[in-house]
């Protein structure tokens, strides 16, 4: 019953804000043309201390788009998280591309309310000088989103190849910027291509990464350092590989190691076996055709001995078992 009570008040409240946004809007006259959007925000607890969850989800030209990420909570300021009772918020997001005004109500540190979206009207200008094109809804991502005039600046002072309005807002969700792109160029990467630098943040490579294999004598390109990521292919697992004898292997046989099961122990097992150094090509094909060290054993027992990889991979070939 409570809870009943509660979904309805909460519809009330946001009946009630909308009219109040209805208001303004009319109030504001021949201004409002400058407001791209409206919708509704949503707060809730995260796990990760001083940060909360907090959710867009706004309505334009017909269609609705949803963003909900972490951010910090000074990030709202004027709105006290500590409070439990319930309390009427209202907090701007004042950002380059434009203002994000809010208005709703928080209960122990969540809640819910309406906003609108006005665009900055010098915003699409500057960012023209730049290089950068962009229309009214790409610019309330670019508000939400936080790409700065200076942002942009530094993107393009990085001489990135396909860089555009849209890459500039993959930027910042995925934490590219220049201190990133600096610390893999002098990892040894001359990277500098928009795309992959998405690709690298998304996948996990780093600059700590390129720095071991460029050490360790590797000279990986993008695609490559993507694949590693992808398939596990971590120096941490290198190293364990380089235990069991296996030191300075191609990349391309370490990603194939990595999608076809060649392991540390899969090699030590090999190893007590007899079998000391089987080539990567060899370690491959028996994982790929099943040849595994309990399959061995059983062919031992039945009096099958001293077999080379290669045999034993074609006894798998021909079906015996």
């Keep these: 019953m409570r809870l009943r009570r509660t979904s309805v008040f909460l519809v009330f409240a946001l009946f009630i804000l909308l009219a109040v946004f209805q208001g303004r809007a009319a109030q504001a006259g021949g201004a409002a043309h400058a407001d791209v959007s409206t919708g509704e925000w949503a707060i809730h607890h995260t796990d990760q201390p001083g940060k909360v969850d907090f959710s867009l989800r706004e309505h334009h030209h017909g269609g609705d788009s949803s963003n909900e990420s972490e951010w910090p909570m000074r990030a709202f300021s004027g709105v006290d998280f500590s409070k439990s009772e ?36 010098n915003y ?30 530094q993107m393009k002072s990085e001489h990135l190849s396909g860089l555009d309005a ?21 990892a040894g990467l001359n990277i500098s291509d928009s795309d992959k630098l998405v ?32 398939h596990g292919a971590t120096p941490e697992w290198m190293e364990e590989l380089k235990k069991q004898g296996y030191d300075h292997i191609d990349l391309e046989e370490l990603i194939a190691f990595r999608i076809h099961g060649v392991s540390p122990e899969f090699i ?24 595994t060290p309990e399959y061995i054993a059983g062919l031992r027992m039945r009096g099958l001995c001293d077999l080379s990889i290669d045999q034993l991979v074609n006894l798998r070939i021909q079906g015996i078992d």
């Design 86 to 121: 319930r309390q009427d918020v209202r907090f701007t997001i004042k950002r380059d591309a434009g203002t994000i005004e809010c208005d709703g109500f928080l209960e122990n540190g969540e809640g819910t309310g309406l906003f609108h979206f006005q665009l900055d009207p």
């Design 124 to 153: 699409a200008g500057e960012m023209s000088k730049s290089g950068f094109s962009i229309d009214e809804e790409r610019q309330y991502s670019m508000a939400v989103h936080d790409v700065s005039l200076e942002f942009a600046r």
């Design 166 to 186: 849209d890459k500039l807002i993959s930027f910042r969700i995925f934490r590219v910027d220049s201190a990133f792109i600096e610390e893999l160029r002098g």
């Design 199 to 230: 690709a690298f943040r998304i996948h996990g490579v780093t600059p700590q990464m390129v720095r071991f294999l460029h050490q360790a004598g590797y000279s990986p390109n993008e695609d490559t350092l993507v694949a590693m990521r992808i």
């Design 268 to 291: 030590e097992k090999l190893q007590a076996l007899g079998y000391a150094h089987p080539g990567p090509e060899q370690l491959v094909a028996m994982r790929i055709h099943n040849v």
